[in-house]
């Protein structure tokens, strides 16, 4: 008797939806809500998303493309399946499509063939996010990959590497879940902003602002810093009405 009802309740769990909305849909690189743009990385929260956790390895990857499967889970934009980062009960990491179009788009969560919800998010061509420590720095290098930190803080007049999320499409624009193999310089960046302390950099300051060679969904601005701008000045960085969250500190003495 117990073994059936262990088997009856096993099938019934196996085939309960996986539990998401909306709004537990966020920016991976600071769990922002949205909007959200091309080639962002997304973090889904919920329940039943997976049976077990499974991050990205290197033999998911084929042809240098993330895999659209983890674990048995998918996700869905618009009926095409996303390029997936990492999947457990509770949360899933996937890339927006590069080529995916602004505006409304329809997303949902299948596991196993069992269908979450799908639901509606608002799809921008670029919703600026940068990565940040728990400390409230955001994550930024010297020109020798060494990490920009209190202990190690970046110098007025240097070159330094921020890295960023969801500056929207580049040209070159990689393929759907294609992880970029060189630079590739963001469309918008006429519109790219950059502020320190509370004041836009000089355009002119800003070298770089694209995809970072080798990683999904991860881009880059290289940039010179000012002269004074002061001790951990605040930073951020907008494309039109789309700015980074206020509050994000960069190390400096």
């Known amino acids: 008797m117990w073994l059936v ?32 743009a091309p080639n962002s990385i997304v973090s889904i929260f919920g329940s039943g998303l997976a049976w077990s956790t499974q991050g990205l390895t290197a033999g998911d990857i084929v042809n240098n493309t993330l895999p659209t499967e983890l674990n048995g889970t998918r996700v869905y934009v618009m009926d095409s399946p996303a390029p997936l980062l990492y999947v ?6 996937f890339l927006v499509p590069g ?18 919800p799908e639901v509606t998010v608002t799809l921008v061509d670029a919703a600026p996010a940068l990565f940040q420590t728990a400390a409230g720095y955001a994550i930024a ?52 902003k950059v502020y320190l302390g509370g004041a836009a950099l ?11 060679p080798g990683s999904a969904g991860l ?11 002061g001790t951990d000045p605040e930073i951020r960085v907008a494309i039109a009405d789309q700015s980074s969250p206020a509050g994000l500190k960069l190390a400096m003495p």
């Not at 881009?219 to 701008?229: A, E, G, K, R, S």
Request: charge should be negative; include cysteine.
């Open 5 to 36: 009802l262990t088997l009856a309740l096993a099938n019934a769990a196996w085939g309960q939806a996986p539990v998401y909305s909306a709004t537990s849909m966020v920016n991976g690189p600071n769990y922002a809500p949205g909007p959200f």
């Open 88 to 93: 457990s009960d509770g949360q899933v990491n």
């Open 99 to 116: 080529n995916q179009l602004d505006g409304d788009v329809k997303i949902r969560v299948v596991r196993e063939g069992v269908t979450g």
């Open 141 to 192: 290098a010297h020109l020798d990959n060494s990490l920009i930190a209190p202990g190690s803080p970046a110098q007025a007049g240097e070159i330094i590497v921020v890295y960023a999320c969801g500056l929207g499409m580049t040209q070159p624009n990689p393929a759907p879940g294609a992880i970029p193999q060189s630079a590739a310089v963001i469309q918008r960046l006429s519109d790219l």
């Open 202 to 212: 000089d355009p002119a300051s800003i070298l770089y602002a694209g995809l970072t």
């Open 219 to 229: 881009y880059q601005i290289n940039l010179v810093l000012p002269d004074n701008p």
